[in-house]
């Protein structure tokens, strides 16, 4: 089976991970200015609304990262399902990523449409030793990036459990916490690095059969 770590790492590397801690602390600093310097900001509801800021703050450093090249994926805005707004969506080799705010690290972001749907394409890549002869791929599978909501004191890059709301099948380390190991070319430590390496590739194989046949883009 092949472990979570190893399919991330193929699509974001982790010599592109310090990239991340950045953007945040930009963002975070950025909006931190805007609500001192802006007086019309500086009323409760604004002061309440922080997170919103922080969002758009954080998108548009993704984004801008991608358009740069520090990051090797493209991007696109994808429309909530209920017409709420659009999300970031990033776009890599042989899966999507999105972006959260959340209060606490070791759960998962609130349940919306998309997501819900990308834990069930994910859960195709990463099953259970139980499931897996009934999975087979139906779409791209999606990982995100979660970071601290009001104050920054956590960043990690999470494959959410398809079988649970709350837990995730992998987690990062804190990039806000170990520059130094997220800096590091890849590595990736399994009990056996050929039988990762065999699925990793049977994987992208299935995965590229199903954007052929389903003409996704």
Request: aromatic share 12%; charged share 25%.
């Amino acid at each position: 089976m092949l472990h979570p770590e190893v399919f991330v790492k193929s699509q974001f590397p982790a010599s592109q991970w310090s990239a991340v801690p950045t953007i945040l602390k930009t963002a975070y600093a950025a909006v931190d200015d805007l609500l001192k310097d802006s007086p019309i900001l500086q009323v409760n509801s604004a002061k309440d609304n922080k997170g919103r800021f922080i969002s758009y703050a954080v998108d548009f450093g993704f984004e801008r990262a991608i358009k740069s090249g520090a990051f090797d994926c493209d991007y696109r805005w994808n429309k909530f399902a209920r017409p709420t707004g659009r999300y970031l969506e990033l776009k890599f080799s042989h899966s999507t990523a999105s972006i959260s705010q959340v209060s606490d690290p070791t759960c998962q972001p609130r349940a919306v449409v998309f997501r819900e749907n990308a834990k069930l394409r994910t859960q195709a890549v990463f099953p259970f030793h139980e499931l897996e002869k009934e999975m087979e791929i139906s779409g791209l599978p999606h990982f995100l990036f979660i970071h601290g909501h009001q104050s920054l004191e956590f960043a990690h890059i999470g494959v959410p459990s398809a079988t649970s709301k709350t837990q995730f099948s992998w987690r990062s380390p804190n990039l806000m916490k170990v520059p130094h190991e997220v800096s590091n070319p890849d590595e990736v430590k399994p009990e056996n690095t050929d039988y990762d390496l065999d699925a990793l590739n049977l994987i992208k194989e299935d995965i590229e059969k199903w954007v052929r046949n389903n003409g996704a883009d």
